[in-house]
Structures are given as structure tokens and as C-alpha cells.
T-cell receptor
């Protein structure tokens, strides 16, 4: 059973360009989460999505960032007009969506975004 | 809000030494508690977890006990190996919410 897949693993963008990060959840998982890890820091929650729905986006910056999880295909985290401060590792996690404390999140390998 | 505080690193130990990484938390209700490990250049792997008070999570020789009275979840291992060198994150997930709150991580370096 393949784990959570993210691509690309490394992404370099110039200031002002757009960055699109993709996440394919584990088979059978319908919940996706995005986290950002700034250099030398822990992971910070950004957004929680189910198929075609954003459930919690309390950690998303108000501008330039958006996320989707369409009915078909991977989840996409989109950053428009990137700035140097967006340079970070972006991790996706997925879970099966079972109720209670057994709804384990499994993390992907991350996409390391560098803005030059 | 919820928060996790863990000891700052880096922690440098000799092989076969005893490891303790302290972790305390603040949360409403009864959160689930986790330790994740991140090897260089890789994503996070769940190391162990505990979902209720007095539960002990264990895996690969690592252990942590959910102590509600002290709001702690300290990570321990009796004899570390060079291959344990990594960054360790303590984390919680509060009941009813799915997002995980992480500590800042503790870098462990084990030298031969």
C-alpha cells in the first residue's frame, strides 16, 4: 500500500511566480491536511480538507495561499506570487476519516520550496 | 489554545546512553499525544502514541507515558544507537479536532 505521495519533492521558484504542490493521499483516505515547516521550526497546521470541502483553514495565510481537494485527483496547495518568506518544507498528511482517536494521520515526504 | 513545549536541542549522546526528551502540553479536554521522528531530508514518521491518561506508547525501544497530572509525555530510550540520530517532535491532537499541534522539535545526535 503506497504511502502519502507528494510532488515535486523540491521546487524552486523566483519571487512573483506561482507554486503548485501536489499531494496524493493513501489509498482509502478521504481526509488531507497541509502543514508548513519553516527552517529550524516545528510543523504548523495550515488547512484540513475532505473531498471537495475545506473543513478548517484557520492556519492558512489570508492572501496568496489556497488549497483544494477535488473529487478526482490529488490535493493541491497553491501559492501565488511567492515571496522569500514562503521558502519552507510543506508536508501533506492523510487519514481515513474514522471517528474518534483512531483517525491516524500519515505524512508524506514533503515538498521543499525555495524562493529565489 | 493548544500548545506543546519540548526541550530544546541539540542533544548529543554517546551510543548506548540513556535518552530523555521532555515534553509538556496544554490542551482542553483529553488530547491524544504523539511522538514523531524526522530523519534528515525525510518526512515525519509516527514513532508512538497514547490516547488516554496512563497509557504507555512504545516502539523500537522508545517509550512515553501519558501523564495527565503533570501534563507530560516524556520520550525515553534505554540505550540509543547512532541510527537514532534525528529530530523528534512531540505533538497532540485535541478531541474533536483533527489538526495536530507540534512542538518545535528536538534534534538528537548520537555519536559512536
Amino acid at each position: 500500500n503506497a504511502g502519502v505521495m507528494q510532488n515535486p519533492r523540491h521546487l524552486v521558484r523566483r519571487r512573483g511566480q506561482e507554486a503548485r504542490l501536489r499531494c496524493s493521499p493513501m489509498k482509502g483516505h478521504s481526509h488531507v491536511y497541509w502543514y508548513r515547516q519553516l527552517p529550524e521550526e516545528g510543523l504548523k497546521f495550515m488547512v484540513y480538507l475532505q473531498k471537495e470541502n475545506i473543513i478548517d483553514e484557520s492556519g492558512m495565510p489570508k492572501e496568496r495561499f489556497s488549497a483544494e481537494f477535488p473529487k478526482e485527483g490529488p490535493s493541491i496547495l497553491r501559492i501565488q506570487q511567492v515571496v522569500r518568506g514562503d521558502s519552507a518544507a510543506y508536508f501533506c498528511a492523510s487519514s481515513p476519516g474514522t471517528s474518534g482517536r483512531d483517525d491516524e494521520q500519515y505524512f508524506g515526504p514533503g515538498t521543499r520550496l525555495t524562493v529565489t | 489554545g493548544n500548545s506543546v513545549t519540548q526541550m530544546e536541542g541539540p542533544v548529543t549522546l554517546s551510543e548506548e546512553a540513556f535518552l530523555t526528551i521532555n515534553c509538556t502540553y496544554t490542551a482542553t479536554g483529553y488530547p491524544s499525544l504523539f511522538w514523531y521522528v524526522q530523519y534528515p531530508g525525510e518526512g515525519l514518521q509516527l514513532l508512538l502514541k497514547a490516547t488516554k491518561a496512563d497509557d504507555k506508547g512504545s516502539n523500537k525501544g522508545f517509550e512515553a507515558t501519558y501523564r495527565k497530572e503533570t501534563t507530560s509525555f516524556h520520550l525515553e530510550k534505554g540505550s540509543v544507537q547512532v541510527s537514532d540520530s534525528a529530530v523528534y517532535f512531540c505533538a497532540l491532537r485535541a478531541g474533536g479536532y483533527q489538526k495536530v499541534t507540534f512542538g518545535t522539535g528536538t534534534k538528537l545526535q548520537v555519536i559512536p
